[in-house]
């Protein structure tokens, strides 16, 4: 008997499970989301905040600009989605040219003061006023923990003390940033600082690193910051990353344990191997 009030109580807590907002901005990620939740039939919908619109074509998206509060808060209230997770970059929009609704035009002026911060000061706003709609934000990896690596060294090449001078430089020079510098990069060779994430993101700051004499050498870490949201803003490391480190004349990349999203590990991996090039979790 008690068997059966299980199971039934199972299939009920399963048929009214409660939605999940997908708020999507770009990058792989967000995909990554989508198919595990997907998979474990979840109910969802997605609020599409990437810049081509990527996920038009699923009956369960809405596309939307970041100046239409009233509309998002709508869709997560008249489906009683009560959860959200961020997956994926939500750039800094043109606010002249926003599309505003009226909680949009009540809400502006303080994504404009958070974009001043940066990236990340914007949807630690956005978090903020849903909280304020009680609407909670889960954690991003929820769904997809495999995609955040364990300590470790991912890759054949092992680091040598050049190698480990270099990471503790990156490290010391992240943690000294200014508490409102969202940077979560920086890239060191011989000890010396050779570019920090700007607002232009990790592909600028590699552009900036490449070196015409150093082949090889050289590293790229990427941490949150102090200040960071990590349910929400976690670096994010994928085989592009690894592409252009390469290009840069880097020799690995160095994420913090559990925070971050690494994408394409097995791609990764391979690349790094071919390449002679490290991926370290510390």
């Known amino acids: 008997m008690i068997l059966l009030q299980k199971i039934k109580k199972d299939l009920f807590a399963h048929h009214f499970?409660?939605?999940?907002?997908?708020?999507?901005?770009?990058?792989?990620?967000?995909?990554?989301v989508l198919k595990t939740v997907k998979k474990k039939k979840i109910r969802y919908l997605i609020v599409d905040l990437s810049k081509t619109k990527k996920f038009k074509k699923d009956k369960n998206s809405y596309a939307v600009s970041i100046g239409q509060f009233g509309k998002i808060i709508n869709i997560l209230k008249e489906n009683n989605c009560?959860?959200?997770?961020?997956a994926g970059k939500v750039n800094k929009p043109n606010f002249?040219?926003?599309?505003?609704?009226?909680?949009?035009i009540y809400y502006i002026p303080r994504i404009?003061?958070?974009?001043?911060?940066?990236d990340a000061a914007i949807l630690k706003e956005i978090i903020k006023i849903l909280a304020q709609n009680k609407i909670k934000t889960e954690n991003s990896l929820i769904f997809n923990p495999e995609l955040s690596l364990k300590k470790g060294n991912y890759s054949k090449i092992k680091l040598n003390k050049r190698d480990l001078l270099d990471i503790k430089k990156a490290i010391k020079t992240l943690n000294n940033l200014r508490q409102y510098n969202f940077s979560q990069g920086v890239v060191v060779r011989n000890e010396k600082v050779v570019s920090i994430e700007g607002k232009g993101g990790t592909k600028k700051m590699l552009e900036k690193s490449l070196s015409k004499?150093?082949?090889?050498?050289?590293?790229?870490v990427k941490f949150p910051k102090k200040k960071q949201d990590l349910?929400?803003?976690?670096?994010?490391?994928?085989l592009k990353t690894l592409k252009q480190s390469k290009i840069a004349g880097l020799k690995g990349i160095v994420v913090k344990n559990?925070?971050?999203?690494?994408?394409?590990?097995?791609k990764c991996i391979n690349f790094a191997n071919k390449n002679k090039m490290f991926i370290s979790v510390k």
């Open 96 to 104: 002249s040219k926003l599309k505003l609704d009226l909680k949009g």
């Open 213 to 220: 004499k150093f082949r090889n050498h050289g590293v790229l």
């Open 112 to 118: 404009i003061k958070a974009s001043k911060l940066g």
């Open 258 to 266: 559990k925070q971050h999203v690494f994408l394409d590990k097995r």
């Open 17 to 32: 499970h409660k939605m999940i907002g997908l708020i999507f901005g770009d990058t792989d990620f967000p995909k990554e």
């Open 82 to 86: 009560k959860k959200v997770l961020f």
């Open 231 to 238: 349910r929400v803003d976690l670096p994010t490391i994928g």
